[in-house]
């Protein structure tokens, strides 16, 4: 009885010398755990701080980027105008009856009423938008300048001529574009100066759906690169190569 008495109580004595152990360790284990939480924790936000700093640096170096562009193009417009200016003021460059003068990036541009230059939904050129463009034509021969004619339309679908234009107001745009762009070839401005684009109903002049705004939508803009050389007479292919 005796024996057994003093066994059982050093069992209890180890026991209880161990499990005060025991728990320290878990909760060290405990603590450790934690602690790499805390540091994987603390890695991710370090990376995610380098990545939202160069994201930073990169929008930076592109922003200065895009405002060294417009600074440019400021700069550019500006010499233009200024050049526009003085030769209109010399006489050495007319603006045309029917026709509005502009400047755009480095080219300037006559524009014209679409309802004037051409019948309604179609491509083909009224008496005054001939007389027009003949006088735009005098005026682009003063210079070789490459000369790209742009057309515009407003947003309504095309309804009475939808036949002729399936692919709505982007064709009809290119087909004006067309019709103007031969008409200067007869004129004798030569092809290899010319270029086509539509634009359709995407780049308005006004906003909204008034009857007015979508007058001045539809139009027609005849524009002129400026090259750094001085302007020079231009020959026209039939007078270069003696054929009628």
Known sequence: ????????LAV???????????????KHAKTEDELAR?????????EQLKDAETALA???EERQQLQATVDALTAEKAKL???LTRMTGDGSLVTPAGTTLFVSGDSYGYRAQGDVVFAPGSDTLTTEGKKILGSVATELKKNNDPVVVVGHTDSDPIVRTADKWPRGNMQLGAGR?????EYLVSQGIPETRLG???????QPL????????????RRVEIMVKVSDAAPAPATSTAAATGSH
């Open 177 to 181: 574009a067309l019709s103007v762009y």
């Open 38 to 46: 805390t540091q994987e924790e603390r890695d991710a936000s370090t």
């Open 1 to 8: 009885m005796f024996a057994s008495t003093v066994k059982w």
């Open 206 to 217: 006004a906003s909204g759906n008034s009857a007015e705004a979508k007058k001045k939508n």
């Open 12 to 26: 209890g004595s180890v026991l209880g010398f161990l499990l005060p152990g025991c728990v320290a360790y878990a």
């Open 196 to 202: 086509i684009q539509s634009f359709g109903p995407y």
């Open 58 to 60: 990169d929008a930076g």
């Open 81 to 83: 105008t200024a050049q």
